[in-house]
């Protein structure tokens, strides 16, 4: 279950499937701003959060269909696998209905009074909204059926129906402007592709778990298991998504959806970089996993392979992003998202990699089966980020919204590593040292950008990553972390 064949294996598969929507969104996201204008796309990117964050309302049931699903997967007693699996999906259907409601109420309050837009988009908007509510029963059923799949290891089949979805994603509004610049057939059409996604889940997980074929049972037993799990997992599945899609909302609250088109742009090419960190710890939250109850030290010595590849992968972009922000947004989007975006650019670039860190702690403490300890941080941390980030969208605009994004999730790292330490073996000098290198390479960072003559900023880039990349290697990784990037290396080959 966990071999490093596996392991990378799983890594670069998602790893891939995620790159692909990156290079469409380069390409896409420029034509949408053209086609609809800056106010339509700040709604359409309103909606993307709202498919994302609405088919994460599962009551947790998504990642404890993954963790228990894998651990059963090793034992010899597997009768009970079928029976969690379809009470999960069964549950997770109902919540779906729940939110859809939800959200259908909150729809007329939402696009009325709490975004500042044109009342001639007021019915589009509504539209759109009343569409997505509708369907967030396939959204969350959807996520179960692909969780069961990750506790199965098939990544690549998973990826094979997630690289069209999240490239239709992009690609359908799109299409859709050659007929007419109303969002409201483009949503439809998102849908129908997200439905499809959801059939061909399905349809694997009948063929990957044979568990399933023996027949519906709802089990009240695996139904209160499950909920007992995900229950605290609920919490960080409504509080979290919350918070990082926050900022969107008061920006089009407090200035306007022009402005959200000002910072969703970086946010969502900043943002890409989340495709490291995602096929590290996804793959790895069912390794977390499987080894809770047997081997602690398995789990500290894979929490920390999962930090150093983050950040011997990430660091060097999350650098070049920020040293190169200005010339960045001027190629891509012009000189108007150069002038308005570059800071925010930079600032939410520190704030992807230490939440990229993050993403390795957090499947750490959830795959351990303490998801109350998520929660419970992320609980503390909501009051505070909410009047930051109002504090700040005041005072200091689009700017303030990317400093109290950045400020939320940097702490959140710090707590869960804090939490990490007592967990499992790590030592607590990985928390010195992750802070240390974060004040050092942010100050390097920095003063690199601030160079106004580009072939100096080129020339001392190349020294710096190079320098990085090297110390990195041979000081920092072991000799199993050596090994396990020539099994990444290998697995594409096998």
């Known amino acids: 279950m966990i071999s ?56 947790g049931m998504g990642r404890a269909l993954t963790q228990l699903v894998a651990r059963m997967s090793g034992d010899s007693d597997r009768s009970t696998v079928g029976t969690t699996i379809w009470t999960g999906l069964v549950l997770m259907a109902g919540i779906g209905v729940v939110g859809g409601v939800l959200l259908a ?31 967030v029963p396939v959204l969350t059923t959807s996520l179960g059926l692909r969780g069961v799949l990750e506790a199965k290891l098939r990544f690549g089949v998973i990826n094979a129906i997630s690289i069209p979805l999240a490239t239709l994603t992009l690609l359908v509004p799109l299409l859709f402007l050659q007929w007419s610049d109303s969002l409201v057939p483009a949503v439809v059409a998102l849908i129908a592709c997200r439905g499809t996604g959801a059939a061909l889940f399905l349809f694997f997980c009948l063929k990957f778990v044979p568990e399933m074929h023996r027949g519906f049972r709802f089990s009240k037993k695996a139904m209160f298991r499950l909920l007992r799990f995900g229950s605290w997992m609920t919490v960080s599945n409504i509080v979290s998504p919350i918070m990082v899609n926050l900022d969107r909302f008061f920006i089009g609250s407090v200035l306007s959806v022009a402005a959200i088109a000002y910072y969703s742009a970086p946010y969502d090419l900043v943002t890409k970089l989340w495709i490291v960190p995602a096929s590290i710890s996804t793959v790895l939250f069912p390794a977390f996993a499987a080894s809770s109850g047997h081997s602690r030290t398995k789990s500290t010595s894979l929490h920390l392979q999962g930090i150093k590849f983050v950040a011997f ?41 230490t939440n990229s860190i993050a ?10 089966g303490r998801a109350d300890v998520t929660a419970k941080l992320h609980l503390l941390e909501a009051p505070v980020y909410v009047a930051l980030l109002w504090w700040g969208v005041s005072e200091f605009g689009i700017e303030g919204a990317a400093i109290a994004w950045t400020v939320r999730v940097t702490t959140d790292l710090f707590l869960l590593l804090m939490a990490a330490t007592r967990l499992t073996a790590m030592p607590i000098a990985v928390l010195q040292t992750v802070a240390l290198a974060f004040l050092i390479g942010t100050a390097i960072t920095f003063l690199i950008a601030g160079i106004s003559a580009v ?34 290396a290998a697995a594409p080959k096998r």
Do not use: C, N
């Open 4 to 59: 490093g064949h596996k392991l990378a294996s799983g890594a670069i598969w998602t790893f891939f499937g995620q790159l692909l929507p990156l290079l469409v969104a380069l390409f896409a996201i420029p034509l949408l701003i053209a086609g609809y204008g800056t106010e339509r796309f700040g709604i359409l990117a309103l909606i993307w959060v709202a498919i994302g964050y609405f088919g994460l309302f599962d009551l």
């Open 105 to 135: 109420i909150a729809t007329h309050v939402v696009v009325h009074s709490l975004l500042t837009m044109p009342p001639s988009l007021f019915g589009e908007g509504e539209k759109s909204f009343y569409i997505i509510a509708a369907t």
């Open 313 to 353: 992968f990430l660091s060097p972009l999350v650098f070049v992003t920020v040293v190169f922000a200005p010339e960045l947004l001027r190629i891509w989007l012009g000189p108007d998202f150069a002038r308005e975006s570059t800071l925010v650019l930079q600032i939410l670039a520190v704030g992807v990699l």
């Open 359 to 368: 993403h390795v702690s957090f499947a750490l403490v959830q795959g351990m």
């Open 455 to 488: 072939i100096v900023k080129i020339a001392l880039s190349l020294f710096v990553v190079a320098g990085f990349l090297i110390a990195f290697w041979f000081v920092l990784l072991t000799d199993d972390d050596r090994r396990f990037v020539r099994a990444v």
